[in-house]
């Protein structure tokens, strides 16, 4: 398996998706998929340029975080329990899963003790399946306007799993939902940093960043298929 390799061509193709829907591919981020991952690959593809690393499980990442540290921006891009956020708070940079107040108010509150802001995105399921996480896209600006007094977060963006489709433009109402949910927050000033869109992923990330996608989440295409 050619790692570094594999790092490159993705970046290739976000430069060539980028260059065909009039965006700037440094726009454009790619958070590399880390579940199940050994030190030594995630180590090459820090090696060959990654700067993001995203984590399901706070326990996985914390071994990681002890050999790797902060030379790389940590992004937890799974499903947080209120209980193991005191932990999430010194390992991540950005908490990308964030879908209920009680949570957030759990991070501003593990976040102020630590003496740090902690940037979140809001989860939102577009997809409409019963089986992921994330708010109704109708919940989205209410639940904002809730966070906005916690002062120890900071709403950065808005995250989506796209259904899992075969076919890229099946996924790609999803992407268009959640793009137009951020220009309709930001056209009503309902939060002013909603700077990223956290969505697409190896199967489906053009279509996610024709649709917009500042952050795409690869795994599989940098490391291949994985138990």
């Not at 593809?45 to 990654?50: E, P, Q, R, S």
């Not at 939102?124 to 906005?148: A, C, M, Q, W």
């Amino acid at each position: 398996m050619d790692i570094k390799n594999n790092y490159y061509l993705i970046q290739q193709r976000i430069k060539e998706t980028c260059a065909r829907s009039g965006r700037n591919s440094g726009d454009v981020k790619t958070v590399v998929v880390t579940k199940t991952v050994q030190i030594p690959a995630i180590q090459e593809v820090i090696k060959a340029g990654a700067t993001i690393i995203g984590e399901n499980r706070i326990q996985d990442a914390w071994q990681k975080y002890e050999q790797i540290g902060s030379r790389v921006s940590w992004h937890l891009i799974g499903h947080l329990q209120t209980n193991k956020v005191k932990r999430a708070v010194q390992i991540f940079n950005v908490i990308e899963s964030v879908d209920s107040l009680h949570l957030a108010e759990e991070i501003n509150k593990r976040a102020k003790e630590a003496g740090k802001t902690i940037d979140i995105f809001v989860q939102v399921n577009t997809s409409g399946e019963t089986s992921k996480f994330g708010l109704h896209p109708d919940d989205v600006e209410s639940f904002i306007t809730r966070l906005e007094a916690l002062e120890n977060i900071r709403i950065t963006g808005l995250m989506t799993i796209g259904a899992f489709l075969p076919d890229p433009e099946k996924v790609r109402p999803c992407f268009r939902m959640l793009y137009n949910l951020r220009q309709e927050l930001l056209d009503k000033k309902i939060t002013k940093n909603l700077y990223h869109l956290s969505m697409g992923m190896t199967n489906d990330f053009e279509v996610a960043i024709e649709e917009g996608a500042t952050l795409i989440r690869i795994g599989r295409a940098v490391f291949g298929e994985r138990n």
